[in-house]
C-alpha cells in the first residue's frame, strides 16, 4: 500500500532528492568512499557547502550582504542565538505571539536584554495572526514566526517596520516567493521544507552583526561560522547534502514562484474540501490560512477518531493534529504530489460515518 506521508516535520522529501541521497550514501558520486565517511574539507565536500549556500542566494535573489549559514542546535538554539548576537543589555527586541514557537523564542531573550511581546493570539488558541499593533521606534528588532506549524497560521503580509526584520521560517521557507531583503536574519530547521533533521539554515544580512558588547562564546557568534563558511567544526555534512539535492530539485521545478503557484493550487483543494464538507471544519482564521499545515477538525469527538482510522487503514499517514490542539493537521510541504491531496480529498468525501 502507498503511504501518503502529511508528517509536519521532519516531512516528506522528493522521491528523487530520496534516490540521489541513498546513493550517496554507498558511494558518493564515484568517488568510492560513502559521502558518510568523507572528510568536510575534501574538494567535494567542500563543493556542496559552496552550492547549497550559492543555490539559497539565488532562490532568494540575495547579494553578497547576506551570508547563509548551515548549524546545528535545530531552530529552537535560534531562539537564543538570535537574542545573543543582536540585543544588547538595556535594548529591547520585540516579538509577535503566534504559537509555541514564538512563545518559546520569547522565553529566550529575557536572558540578553529587554523583550515586548507586541500581540498575541493566545486567547484564541493562536488560530490568527494578530494585526492591530506597532513596533516602538526603540526596538532593535522585531521577530515573527511565518508559519505556525501547529496552528496553520501563515503570515500573508509580512509586517514592515525600521527595525530588523526577523523570521523563524522553519515551516514555510522556500514554500513562496516573497522579498528576502527585508529580512535582517531568517531562520529555519530543516526539517520540513528542506532536507532531514540535523541542520538549521540561518540568512544572515552581515551589517546587522558586531554591535553587542557582550562576549559571545565562539560557537555561539554567527560571526565565526561566517568566517568558516560553516565548516568552523565538522558540519552536519549529510543533512546539507539532502538539502542541496531539495534546493537543486527547488530549482527545477521553477525557482519558488513556480512552486508557490503549486502550492497556492494544493492547499486550495484541500480547503475547497473542508469548507464543503459537513464533516469538518478549518480551525484556523480564513486569511490566514497556511499554505504547509492545513488544520481542521471533525464534527464530532466520534468521527474525529473515525476519520483518523479510515486514514490509517487507507494508508495517510501523519494527519493527527499536534497534541496541544487535538483535529487533524495535513501538512503539504513542497514535496508533497497533488496525486496525494487528491487521495486525502477523496477520503474526505467517501467518508460515512455511522
Ligand atoms: N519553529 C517552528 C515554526 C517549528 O515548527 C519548529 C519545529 N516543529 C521549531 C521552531 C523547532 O525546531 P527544532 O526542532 O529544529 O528546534
Not at 559571545?216 to 563558511?229: E, G, S, V
Not at 466520534?302 to 487503514?313: G, N, P, R, S
Request: net charge negative; glycine share 6%.
Amino acid at each position: 500500500m502507498k503511504i501518503h506521508n502529511f508528517s509536519a516535520g521532519p516531512a516528506i522529501l522528493p522521491q528523487v532528492v530520496l534516490e540521489e541521497a541513498a546513493k550517496a550514501v554507498e558511494n558518493y558520486e564515484n568517488v568510492g568512499l560513502s559521502i558518510l565517511e568523507m572528510s568536510h574539507r575534501s574538494k567535494e565536500i567542500v563543493a556542496v557547502m559552496d552550492e547549497a549556500q550559492s543555490l539559497v542566494k539565488q532562490l532568494l535573489n540575495l547579494g553578497d550582504d547576506y551570508s547563509v549559514l548551515f548549524l546545528t542546535g535545530g531552530a529552537s538554539s535560534q531562539f537564543f542565538m538570535v537574542a545573543m548576537n543582536l540585543l544588547n543589555e538595556g535594548e529591547k527586541a520585540c516579538y509577535l505571539d503566534t504559537g509555541v514557537w514564538s512563545t518559546k523564542a520569547i522565553k529566550e531573550v529575557s536572558n540578553f536584554g529587554t523583550v515586548e511581546v507586541l500581540a498575541s493570539s493566545k486567547e484564541d488558541n493562536f488560530n490568527y495572526i494578530p494585526k492591530d499593533w506597532t513596533t516602538p521606534a526603540d526596538a532593535k528588532y522585531l521577530h515573527i514566526t511565518s508559519n505556525n506549524t501547529i496552528y496553520g497560521t501563515q503570515y500573508q503580509n509580512f509586517p514592515t517596520t525600521e527595525s530588523i526584520l526577523v523570521a523563524d521560517m522553519s515551516s514555510d521557507i522556500f514554500s513562496r516567493e516573497f522579498d528576502a531583503s527585508q529580512f535582517g536574519l531568517i531562520y529555519a530547521g530543516a526539517q520540513k521544507n528542506l532536507g532531514p533533521a540535523g541542520t538549521t539554515l540561518v540568512i544572515v544580512r552581515n551589517d546587522i552583526l558586531g554591535t553587542v558588547n557582550r562576549a559571545i562564546p565562539t560557537m555561539l557568534d554567527y560571526r565565526t561560522h561566517i568566517k568558516k563558511a560553516s565548516a568552523f567544526n565538522t558540519p552536519p555534512v549529510y543533512p546539507i547534502y539532502v538539502c542541496l539535492l531539495t534546493l537543486r530539485w527547488l530549482q527545477g521545478q521553477g525557482g519558488l514562484k513556480a512552486v508557490e503557484a503549486m502550492n497556492k493550487k494544493k492547499a486550495a483543494l484541500l480547503y475547497d474540501e473542508i469548507d464543503r464538507n459537513p464533516f469538518f471544519k478549518g480551525t484556523a482564521a480564513v486569511e490566514d490560512r497556511s499554505l504547509m499545515n492545513v488544520t481542521f477538525a471533525a464534527d464530532s469527538p466520534a468521527h474525529e477518531a473515525a476519520f483518523l482510522a479510515y486514514c490509517t487503514a487507507n494508508g495517510v499517514s501523519g494527519i493527527k493534529g499536534h497534541r496541544s490542539v487535538g483535529g487533524f493537521r495535513a501538512s503539504i510541504y513542497n514535496a508533497m504530489p497533488m496525486e496525494s491531496i487528491e487521495f486525502l480529498v477523496n477520503l474526505m468525501q467517501n467518508f460515512k460515518p455511522e
